[in-house]
């Protein structure tokens, strides 16, 4: 008898009570042999790599394998053995590389990577992907780029990681256009997605994309999950400010940084550096590698994530105290930088009142 994805989700949901009958029913299906999955059932199967991260390798299992058999989710590693993870634990996938030939998608999850194994990963590893047919669906999931990258299948492409790796992942792969400010990136045969919980969103897309949204949606409620998240990680990274210095145009910046709600001219700014407009203007180039105007909009941009985060004051009120002329200014540079609107932006990061 298979088993109802909502009662695999959702312990009990499908009785009104947990008593001896429920209790019986519940022995008598572990008791029977499991049916596998129907014929014609998509076959991923998940490359676990030395080091993989425990939480990402299990994603397409919970969200695939709610998709009411759909999906037949098998696990592999490299050479059939149990695979060490980023934490201390161990795994042990049911299968080995041969398993990747009958494949119908492969899904690569996270794994710790130093710049040394980036650059040269496992041979192993690489021998176990090529095992993949050619036509098969790709899919990474944050680290799991950099394998496929190495592999030269990420070339000419549009490709997105972890926003803390773009530098790190750029310098080894040139070849590769990398767009960090996105959650995952679809190119129909290759499917790379950024860090943690974006597994969930791609494999929601792959759900999506395959069967349609009313299923997708059906898997998002099972495993408690929205069906579709706003913007992009952009809205995740990080930017802190760079230390000003005692120099150049340095102690300016940090004196503008205070006066954020102020207009702030050029002139302004010049006046209190002591310099004439167009030596400022030349060492604040070289010194930010921004104009004046871009470094003032990031900073106002800085200030206002923090206000929506931190507090309850309204978006027109924020936008003032940033200086931003309007709470339309605010979105539209808000949108730019994030891909959400300031409501959508303080949702996320916002603790909800009890």
Not at 30 to 51: N, S, T
Not at 161 to 173: I, N
Request: with cysteine; glycine share 10%; hydrophobic share 40%.
């Amino acid at each position: 008898m298979p088993i109802d994805p909502a009662a695999r989700c959702v312990p009990g949901a499908r009785g009104a009570s947990a008593g001896p009958s429920r209790a019986r029913d519940l022995a008598g299906r572990a008791a029977e042999p499991d049916p596998g999955p129907p014929p014609g059932a998509h076959k991923v199967v998940v490359l676990a790599l030395d080091g993989v991260y425990p939480f990402e390798l299990g994603i397409p299992h919970r969200v695939l394998g709610s998709a009411d058999g759909r999906y037949e989710v098998l696990s592999a590693s490299v050479d059939g053995q149990p695979v060490r993870t980023d934490s201390d634990l161990a795994v042990a996938p049911g299968h080995g590389p041969e398993v990747l030939a009958e494949a119908d998608t492969v899904v690569i999850p996270p794994y710790a990577v130093s710049r040394a194994s980036a650059a040269a990963p496992d041979p192993q590893a690489l021998a176990a992907l090529s095992r993949v047919r050619p036509g098969t669906r790709l899919v990474s999931i944050c680290t799991g780029a950099f394998l496929l990258a190495a592999a030269g299948l990420l070339d000419g492409r549009r490709a997105t990681t972890h926003w803390a790796l773009t530098d790190h992942f750029r310098e080894l792969f040139p070849r590769v256009e990398l767009d960090p400010g996105v959650l995952f990136v679809d190119h129909g045969d290759v499917l790379t997605s950024a860090g943690a919980a974006s597994g969930i969103d791609v494999c929601l897309h792959l759900v999506r994309r395959d069967h349609g949204s009313e299923v997708a949606n059906q898997v998002a409620r099972l495993c408690v999950v929205p069906p579709y998240r706003d913007g992009g990680q952009a809205q995740y990274i990080e930017r802190p400010l760079p230390p000003a210095g005692g120099t150049g145009t340095g102690p300016t910046r940090d004196w503008a940084v205070q006066r954020l709600e102020l207009p702030l001219s050029l002139d302004d700014l010049a006046a209190h550096a002591a310099m004439s407009t167009r030596t400022f203007v030349r060492r604040f180039q070289e010194e930010t590698g921004l104009s004046r105007g871009r470094w003032l909009t990031q900073q106002r941009l800085r200030r206002a994530r923090h206000l929506l985060e931190s507090s309850d004051l309204p978006v027109e009120r924020v936008a003032h105290e940033v200086g931003f002329a309007t709470a339309t200014s605010l979105r539209r540079h808000l949108a730019g930088e994030t891909g959400v609107a300031p409501s959508a932006y303080r949702r996320t990061f916002r603790a909800s009142r009890p």
